[in-house]
């Protein structure tokens, strides 16, 4: 799913402030250089320091929402007592799963800073807590892009598909076929065996939740139905949604998912039209990936 595509692409995904960042963020680079021994590690900085802002428009960053869980799995925090020992150093290998993988795929999408509320809010100091939910509308608006980890309970469910769902998805079938058509270009078809749909997946239900580990509460996509992270949702620009059985891409214009990434879905039982296929294949260039996504 190209993040880049839909920054450059899509003129409603693209309204952010330049000049805006939150009170903190994690550096995912502090170390990259300095300590070698030491370069999976981060710490949080504060978003007013001049190494962040030394250019004309302020830096990316992404956010995380997530699942904090039951009290005796709540993720690790920043309080008054280490706040400067979290500005020092935080260990990459003491962050849970799910903040784990956020690090390693915001460092794979090239960006160097990350938001994550656990470890960005200083969670037993008041004042700090209500400055920060007065700016909590902009920190997922303007984020370049959120991860949502749809299908974990807590956070050590991880960014990532249920491990028993790993060899349901490879019974999946693909093929793709282009067929070429003279007066209007190739067409693009994908015929799949196992068709899940956007909603399907991100809703979740309970049937299926059987098959996983108890953890996810008796739901497939245990983040959906806590109310605070339909806010973060519904506020961020971009998600990319982690559901247990596969990804699922959001943004202002376009739903998508890692089985259809493409904007016509045709349904089997519906009557086969060559003509909205050459309408796609004659659209513009641009709109080769992302613009023809949808989940119907």
Same mark, same amino acid.
Not at 112 to 137: P, V
Not at 185 to 210: C, M, Q, T
């Given at each position: 799913?190209?993040?880049?595509?839909?920054?450059?692409?899509?003129?409603?995904?693209?309204?952010?402030?330049?000049?805006?960042?939150?009170?903190?963020?994690?550096?995912?680079?502090?170390?990259?250089?300095?300590?070698?021994?030491?370069?999976?590690?981060?710490?949080?900085?504060?978003?007013?320091?001049?190494?962040?802002?030394?250019?004309?428009?302020?830096?990316?960053?992404?956010?995380? *929402? /997530? #699942?904090?869980?039951?009290?005796?799995?709540?993720?690790?925090? &920043?309080?008054?007592?280490?706040? !400067?020992?979290? +500005?020092?150093?935080?260990?990459?290998?003491?962050?849970?799963?799910?903040?784990?993988?956020?690090?390693?795929?915001?460092?794979?999408?090239?960006?160097?800073?990350?938001?994550?509320?656990?470890?960005?809010?200083?969670?037993?100091?008041?004042?700090?807590?209500?400055?920060?939910?007065?700016?909590?509308?902009?920190?997922?608006?303007? *984020? /370049? #892009?959120?991860?949502?980890?749809?299908?974990?309970?807590?956070? &050590?469910?991880?960014?990532?598909? !249920?491990?028993? +769902?790993?060899?349901?998805?490879?019974?999946?079938?693909?093929?793709?076929?282009?067929?070429?058509?003279?007066?209007?270009?190739?067409?693009?078809?994908?015929?799949?065996?196992?068709?899940?749909?956007?909603?399907?997946?991100?809703?979740?239900?309970?049937?299926?939740?059987?098959?996983?580990?108890?953890?996810?509460?008796?739901?497939? *996509?245990?983040?959906?139905?806590?109310?605070?992270?339909?806010?973060?949702?519904?506020?961020?620009?971009?998600?990319?949604?982690?559901?247990?059985?596969?990804?699922?891409?959001?943004?202002?214009?376009?739903?998508?998912?890692?089985?259809?990434?493409?904007?016509?879905?045709?349904?089997?039982?519906?009557?086969?039209?060559?003509?909205?296929?050459?309408?796609?294949?004659?659209?513009?260039?641009?709109?080769?990936?992302?613009?023809?996504?949808?989940?119907?």
């Amino acid at each position: 799913m190209d993040i880049n595509n839909c920054q450059h692409n899509h003129t409603s995904c693209n309204n952010l402030t330049k000049d805006f960042l939150p009170t903190r963020l994690l550096d995912l680079e502090a170390f990259t250089k300095t300590s070698p021994r030491f370069e999976d590690d981060i710490k949080l900085v504060r978003s007013a320091s001049n190494h962040i802002k030394n250019g004309k428009f302020a830096p990316q960053y992404m956010t995380l *929402s /997530h #699942c904090w869980g039951p009290p005796q799995k709540r993720p690790i925090t &920043t309080t008054r007592a280490n706040l !400067s020992a979290r +500005m020092r150093r935080i260990s990459f290998a003491k962050l849970p799963r799910t903040f784990q993988d956020a690090v390693v795929l915001t460092r794979k999408l090239g960006q160097r800073y990350l938001w994550i509320d656990s470890l960005c809010i200083i969670q037993d100091d008041e004042n700090d807590w209500a400055q920060e939910a007065s700016m909590m509308t902009e920190v997922y608006a303007q *984020s /370049h #892009c959120t991860f949502a980890a749809l299908s974990s309970a807590d956070s &050590t469910g991880g960014l990532r598909m !249920s491990d028993n +769902m790993v060899s349901e998805w490879s019974k999946n079938i693909f093929i793709d076929i282009s067929v070429n058509d003279r007066n209007h270009g190739p067409v693009d078809v994908r015929f799949i065996s196992r068709l899940k749909k956007w909603e399907h997946d991100y809703n979740g239900d309970r049937a299926f939740s059987r098959i996983l580990v108890r953890e996810f509460c008796g739901h497939s *996509s245990p983040l959906r139905y806590r109310a605070w992270a339909l806010q973060e949702k519904e506020l961020s620009t971009r998600v990319i949604h982690f559901g247990s059985r596969q990804l699922l891409w959001e943004c202002c214009e376009l739903k998508a998912t890692a089985q259809l990434p493409w904007h016509h879905v045709m349904d089997p039982s519906e009557e086969y039209d060559l003509t909205q296929e050459r309408e796609l294949a004659n659209s513009p260039p641009q709109s080769s990936l992302f613009q023809r996504m949808s989940a119907k």
